[in-house]
């Protein structure tokens, strides 16, 4: 498990939408990683790169888009 000391925003549409389209992730995955993110307090992408949804380039390409849009 994850812990981090600040509490995650629930993730956007636009975020939901980036995941689907740019990564092919199914609406329960995605689901199943914000879900868990809550759960542990921690960033949804390092959720998804440790259940293995996401490889470490989609990782990258992930903290990049994060950051350009939150």
């Known amino acids: 498990m994850i812990f981090t000391s600040h509490r995650e ?3 956007s549409k636009e975020l939901y939408t980036f ?3 740019e990564f092919s992730l ?3 995955a ?3 990683g914000i879900k868990q993110s809550q759960s542990e307090s ?3 992408s390092i959720i998804l790169w ?3 949804l996401i ?3 989609q990782y990258e390409k992930l ?3 994060l950051n350009d849009n939150y």
């Open 30 to 32: 995605i689901k199943l």
């Open 19 to 21: 995941l689907r389209n």
């Open 42 to 44: 921690a960033p949804v």
């Open 26 to 28: 199914s609406d329960n």
């Open 55 to 57: 490889n470490i380039d």
């Open 50 to 52: 440790n259940l293995g």
């Open 9 to 11: 925003l629930k993730p």
């Open 63 to 65: 903290l990049d888009w």
